[in-house]
């Protein structure tokens, strides 16, 4: 796993939300895995101002960890591999009508979307590099 030093960190936390999902988007297909948030029971969902359930997820354990507190607070990060979010946990939240939340931070919900339109976005990207 690649480090992610404090600098870059900073920047990358304070940008918009569509810089910071065009961030994850990059990140993800690079590393080819992505994060989420767990505890006991398993993986944690949140929900949208509309009462959607909603998958929050990170594009590395280190921003996961920034946002355990409060009600994630007995939460640790696990990463899902891409290829397995994209061919199992989309169409299940698909089938689930659930969201993602991606790339939430303290300050910021994240950017609410359709798991088909994640799902396109990273097929997108894995074209430019396949």
Not at 19 to 34: A, N, P
Not at 67 to 82: A, H, K, M, R, V
Request: glycine residues 6%.
């Amino acid at each position: 796993m690649s480090s992610i030093n404090s600098k870059e960190m900073e920047s990358v936390v304070r940008l918009s939300g569509s810089k910071r999902y065009g961030y994850f988007i990059k990140r993800v297909v690079y590393m080819e895995k992505l994060w989420s948030l767990r505890n006991q029971d398993g993986w944690v969902l949140a929900s949208d101002p509309s009462g959607n359930q909603v998958v929050p997820v990170w594009s590395h354990t280190e921003y996961a960890k920034l946002c355990i507190n409060d009600e994630w607070s007995n939460c640790y990060p696990g990463f899902i591999d891409l290829r397995d979010w994209m061919n199992k946990w989309i169409p299940g939240m698909i089938n689930d009508k659930r969201k993602i939340a991606v790339f939430p931070t303290i300050v910021s919900k994240g950017v609410v979307v359709d798991p088909q339109k994640l799902l396109n976005d990273l097929n997108e990207e894995l074209s430019l590099i396949e």
